[in-house]
């Protein structure tokens, strides 16, 4: 079965520094994704695209976060300068058309120092 | 403000011990509800989705049911492999693709 793969798994960065986390959306899904859980808390809508621009962003996707799709498979969420309070797990998502559901990858697992 | 709230935080069962889980929802109008399972360290797992009051889904031994203000996933005879954290979600009118979750209920089945 078609699935969304996550890279890396676990990324260690300092703060202020840059990070790229990358996915690989479902190969016919149009609609992509971005959420993050903080430990022990709900999974959180981040950021969704579409038709390679932005259709709706969060409180918490501020200017530090960008996404861009670079071709016609990867789908990536960057963070310019990160903080402490940025460390979370972030999933990627897809879906194929209008109300059909969502497929969560696996996530990677952001710590800053 | 979509608002999505499960309970219990969290349910320890008897394998074979039957139960249901619980998701009230307040938003301005349901596109569709939600089910997902979650394992530690893994992405959300779709299991249903639920679009209008008298929905129904099964899959297994769970079943989701839906109402105007509330949906249950109920578990039937469980097994210790349906251990995991059960996750609701609401998305909230056509055009507005993004999911608001519940806090989840964490789900133990003891052998």
């Known amino acids: 079965e078609p699935e969304v793969t996550q890279t890396p798994s676990h990324q260690v960065t300092q703060m202020g520094q840059e990070v790229i986390l990358r996915c690989v959306p479902i190969s016919n899904h149009l609609y992509f994704y971005w959420y993050r859980q903080i430990l022990g808390q709900k999974v959180e809508f981040l950021v969704s695209f579409y038709n390679n621009e932005i259709s709706e962003k969060s409180e918490i996707f501020d200017d530090q976060f960008s996404v861009e799709r670079p071709d016609g498979s990867n789908f990536t969420l960057k963070i310019r300068s990160t903080k402490l309070e940025d460390s979370a797990m972030y999933f990627c998502a897809s879906m194929g058309q209008p109300n059909s559901p969502l497929h969560f990858g696996n996530g990677t697992r952001l710590t800053v120092t | 403000e979509d608002q999505v709230t499960q309970s219990p935080e969290a349910l320890r069962l008897q394998e074979g011990e039957s139960s249901s889980l619980n998701c009230s929802y307040t938003?301005?109008?349901?596109?569709?509800l939600f089910w997902y399972r979650q394992d530690p360290g893994k992405g959300p797992e779709f299991l249903f989705t639920l679009y209008s009051a008298g929905e129904e889904k099964e899959k297994e031994r769970l079943k989701a049911t839906l109402t105007k203000k509330e949906s249950f996933l109920h578990i039937t005879a469980p097994k210790p492999e349906d251990s995991a954290t059960y996750l609701c979600a609401v998305g909230e009118n056509f055009g507005n693709e993004k999911l608001t979750f519940g806090t989840g209920t964490r789900l133990t089945i003891i052998p």
């Open positions: 938003v301005s109008g349901l596109r569709g």
